[in-house]
């Protein structure tokens, strides 16, 4: 079975630029998470999926990040403008339950 | 105070060694408790997770919940190299929601 895939692995952006991540769940999993991951703590969700819908966005800063779930499998996060304190490893999860959650590689963003 | 709190470490132990990670917490919602074992430049990858208190057990891997002490533990047996990763601990509760991590154990294994 299929990881969780994310692209790209690596950003590098000047401040005030715009970036755009990529996630594919795995396949048949309807519940699909963002988190935001800076050095040094542990993942805070910023977006979750169920199917289309967006079930809880409550700490994505949405006066910058945008994220949508295409036909309720793909997903991109937008960052638009970045910030330094952006910088950041961008994880994808993906689970049929909250319990087992599945986490891709991560998008390591930095912003300068 | 953060819902949950975990020593950052870094931890450093020789190969053998029982290796014993903790994480305290302040929500007594929490019901559903879970570790993480992270790789340099990797995502987080489920171990194991335990509901309510109580033991489970997974090869060398052992995790504790003590609810009334809202503590949480995980003991790894016979350390390996390998196992040198940042644990973390994340919870959740019966209704599930929102997943809250700890901010990681960093262990170190020498050989």
């Known amino acids: 079975e299929a990881g969780v895939a994310q692209s790209p692995r690596y950003k590098i952006i000047e401040k005030r630029q715009s970036v755009a991540f990529w996630c594919n769940p795995i396949s048949g999993h309807a519940t699909l998470y963002w988190y935001q991951q800076i050095l040094g703590q542990g993942p805070k969700l910023l977006i979750q999926?169920?199917?289309?819908?967006?079930?809880?966005d409550s700490q994505l800063p949405k006066d910058r990040f945008s994220a949508e779930r295409l036909k309720g499998v793909d997903s991109t996060l937008k960052i638009q403008p970045a910030k330094l304190e952006d910088s950041a490893v961008y994880l994808c999860?993906?689970?049929?339950?909250?319990?087992?959650?599945?986490f891709g590689p991560g998008t390591r963003l930095t912003v300068l | 105070q953060k819902e949950v709190e975990q020593d950052p470490g870094p931890l450093s132990v020789p190969e053998g060694a029982i290796v014993s990670l903790n994480c305290t917490y302040s929500?007594?919602?929490?019901?559903?408790f879970m570790w993480y074992r992270q790789y340099s430049r990797k995502g987080p990858e489920l171990l194991m997770y335990t509901y309510s208190s109580g033991n489970k057990e997974d090869g060398r891997f052992t995790a504790q919940v003590d609810k009334s002490s809202k503590y949480i533990s995980l003991f790894i047996r016979d350390s390996q190299p390998s196992d040198s990763a940042t644990y973390l601990c994340?919870?959740?509760?019966?209704?599930?929601?929102?997943?809250?991590f700890g901010q990681g154990t960093e262990l170190s294994v020498k050989p």
């Open positions: 999860a993906s689970s049929l339950d909250p319990y087992t959650q599945y």
């Open positions: 929500n007594s919602a929490f019901q559903y």
């Open positions: 994340a919870m959740v509760g019966n209704q599930g929601g929102k997943l809250i």
């Open positions: 999926f169920q199917n289309n819908g967006v079930v809880d």
